[in-house]
Nanobody, 118 residues
Framework: VQLQAFGGGLVQAGGSLRLSCVAS????????MGWFRQAPGKERESVGA????????YYADSVKDRFTISRDNAKNTVYLQMNGLKPEDTAVYYC????????????WGQGTQVTVSS
């Protein structure tokens, strides 16, 4: 599985962006998907995740109630809708996938830069 994330950009605080992550390869629908981010000088952190069916989601406390993860298995795509963006959300955002049941993520996409200006 290969992942490609896009949709980043520059936005003012309070604005919105939607990131997309398109997967190529087989069995995307059997993969749990996650979004991560890494700000300059900081460690990579989990933003959230979605189960293979879309029936279960998880969000980090820092983005809960502002970000929403969804997926369209027919399009091999997972989305990260980001509302109410804050300057501290500035980071490179990555999508990742893992076979359901695996403890670690197996596949990673290239990052997409999100910059939130104050």
């Amino acid at each position: 599985v290969q992942l490609q994330a896009f949709g980043g950009g520059l936005v003012q605080a309070g604005g919105s962006l939607r990131l997309s992550c398109v997967a190529s390869g087989r069995a995307f629908s059997r993969h749990d998907m996650g979004w991560f981010r890494q700000a300059p000088g900081k460690e990579r952190e989990s933003v959230g995740a979605i189960s293979w069916s879309g029936g279960s989601t998880y969000y980090a406390d820092s983005v809960k109630d502002r970000f929403t993860i969804s997926r369209d298995n027919a399009k091999n795509t997972v989305y990260l809708q980001m509302n109410g963006l804050k300057p501290e959300d500035t980071a490179v955002y990555y999508c990742a996938g893992k076979v359901t049941g695996h403890p670690e993520y197996d596949y990673w996409g290239q990052g997409t830069q999100v910059t939130v200006s104050s």
